[in-house]
């Protein structure tokens, strides 16, 4: 097979892998490493054919076939047919075979044994790892180290390829090596997925000022999303199912690394405190273990206030949950009335809290900064994102509605956050038969009645005509000034309706009158004169 058609920097990116997987000095390793030699010196490896970064082989030995699959971007995701331990002998030497047609063999041995694994001989010196244990049996503080050899091994990519690696390579294959003890999968989970929320964040930040960061933050936004949701899920999971004592230590242990969410670049900022705050209050929420934390983040508060601070607001919205948490929130009602950054988002946790409570006056007391923080929010975010978060809102306080029945709040909000409110506070005052108030919203929205079902406009027009005056007043006068035949006939639509509410109203005089004086006013538009014809109210 001629050499030109692989690419040498991944070979080469390969062969450091492999060099990091394999120690010299574990004899384990250095056997895996002789068979696979022989297996390449002695011609067995057959069919190789390459796909993109994959490398596609069959291995014969004996009489036996293997079929192998060696990823050349990140070797520890290759597969092979066999059911040994990987990586196998046949996935070695069908590396060696690439290698050799790419590089000097012998160089790669010489690099090999003078590169032993400086990680994992740190382990085991310091009793971590005993021969022929498994990355999932070594002990939870460990956990980090694992992560972070496996995420050493995407540090020379970039851009989106980076993120694609994390997600498609390096979780899937971390995931593989949760520990074997029941109880303590949902916390390598959330500290696996943690670990790798932090890492993209801090990627994102160190990559903001790239010309393709656009790109890159799209995706990267992407791969966290799906990584919340993990988070969320085994925090669930171990709230169904809670946690036995013995691992309290565990627990402990990763206050430091979940810290790390709010320390780890200025990405994705929602994303990262939300998740502190859900790890904190419903894993860690240790009275102890809280005041600890609180006092950790005041120095560092301190110091970031010193220094450019860069991560005060994250001190203070961490700070802040704990306060809400312990009820002592009115200086963060002051801070948030006084402030100018808009961080409506990081009031929503403390809302559905309050409502799931049913904590009606703590509740309350929120309303007017809830308001304020939304109103702020408008104006700096673009309208989809109002709009939706908006909805979000208010179905909040909706919930609180309901339970409470509070209406007058509700209709507040409403009222406040106009015109985004206008879809929940429509559907609201149809429902409660509020059709007067109703009537003073659309028009001071100006929405045309075209926008209103002709089935809900028969209903106001039974139960309560007289409000739909004004309205149809409104609309008829904008379509005649349309002045085009479409609008004429409309025009005369809204005539009839408006013939008959008069009628149903008791007040035929208004009714004549108003209808002389149209049709004097514009009887040089002949169009319109013509549609009134046939609309037969002429």
């Known amino acids: 097979m001629p050499s030109h058609i692989f690419d040498k920097q991944l070979v080469l990116q390969c062969s450091e892998q492999v060099m990091n997987m394999l120690s010299p ?95 994992l001989a740190v382990l085991k010196e310091e009793g971590l790892i005993q021969k022929g244990m498994k ?43 949760e520990p074997k003890n029941r109880e303590l999968k949902p916390l390598y989970h959330i500290m696996l997925a943690s670990s790798l929320l932090v890492e993209i964040c801090r990627f994102c930040h160190q990559n903001e000022t790239n010309t393709n960061s656009p790109a890159l933050f799209q995706y990267a936004a992407q791969v966290i999303e799906e990584l919340q949701l993990a988070i969320i899920e085994h925090v669930k999971q171990i709230k169904t199912t809670p946690l036995p004592f013995s691992a309290d230590p565990i627990l402990h242990d990763m206050t430091d690394h979940i810290r790390e969410l709010l320390f780890c670049g ?55 949950h704990f306060d809400f948490l312990d009820k002592n929130e009115d200086h963060i009602i002051h801070y948030l009335h006084e402030t100018d950054l808009p961080l409506l988002p990081f009031l929503f946790d403390w809302i559905i809290s309050m409502n799931k409570r049913k904590e009606f006056k703590r509740f309350r007391k929120w309303v007017p900064v809830i308001l304020d923080q939304a109103n702020l929010y408008i ?64 028009l001071s929205i100006g929405f045309s009645l075209d926008d209103v079902e002709s089935r809900l406009l028969t209903v106001i027009e039974k139960k309560a005509p007289g409000v739909l005056l004004p309205l149809l007043h409104q609309e008829i006068a904008g379509k005649i000034a349309a002045k085009n035949r ?53």
Request: aromatic letters at 16%; glycine letters at 4%; one cysteine or more.
């Open 379 to 442: 104006q700096v975010e673009d309208f989809y994102d109002r709009q939706e978060t908006i909805y979000y809102l208010l179905n909040e306080f909706e919930h609180y509605r309901a339970q409470a029945g509070d209406d007058e709040t509700f209709e507040h909000a409403c009222r406040k956050l106009l015109p985004y409110s206008y879809a929940v506070y429509h559907e609201y005052l149809i429902e409660k038969g509020l059709f007067h108030t109703w009537a003073e919203l659309q």
């Open 135 to 177: 990355p999932s049996e070594q002990p939870a503080e460990d956990w980090s180290e694992l992560f972070k050899a496996e995420l050493d091994n995407v540090e020379t990519l970039f851009g989106t390829q980076r993120i694609y690696a994390i997600w498609y390579k390096v979780y899937p294959l971390l995931k593989k090596k």
């Open 266 to 320: 200025k990405a994705f900022l929602y994303e990262r405190v939300v998740i502190y705050r859900i790890i904190w209050e419903h894993l860690l929420n240790r009275k102890k273990w809280i005041e600890e934390e609180r006092t950790m983040l005041e120095h560092r508060k301190d110091d970031e206030m010193k220094k450019d601070g860069l991560f005060i607001l994250e001190c203070e919205l961490a700070i802040f």
């Open 486 to 538: 479409s609008s004429y006939k409309d025009a005369v639509k809204y005539l009839k309706r408006l013939k008959r509410v008069y009628k149903k109203t008791g007040d035929m005089d208004t009714w004549e009158h108003y209808f002389q004086h149209i049709t004097s006013e514009y009887k040089r538009l002949r169009a319109f004169q013509e549609e009134l014809v046939k609309g037969k109210l002429m």
């Open 25 to 119: 000095e574990t004899e384990e390793h250095r056997e895996w490493m002789k068979k696979g030699f022989l297996l390449y010196r002695q011609g067995n490896v057959f069919n190789v054919k390459q796909e993109g970064i994959f490398i596609t082989a069959a291995v014969v030995e004996d009489v036996k076939r293997a079929h192998v699959k060696l990823d050349l971007e990140y070797f520890q995701l290759s597969s092979c047919s066999c059911s040994n331990e990987f990586p196998c002998r046949h996935l070695i030497a069908v590396f060696l075979y690439i290698y050799a047609l790419t590089d000097d063999l012998g160089d790669f041995f010489n690099k090999w044994k003078e590169k032993p694994n400086k990680k």
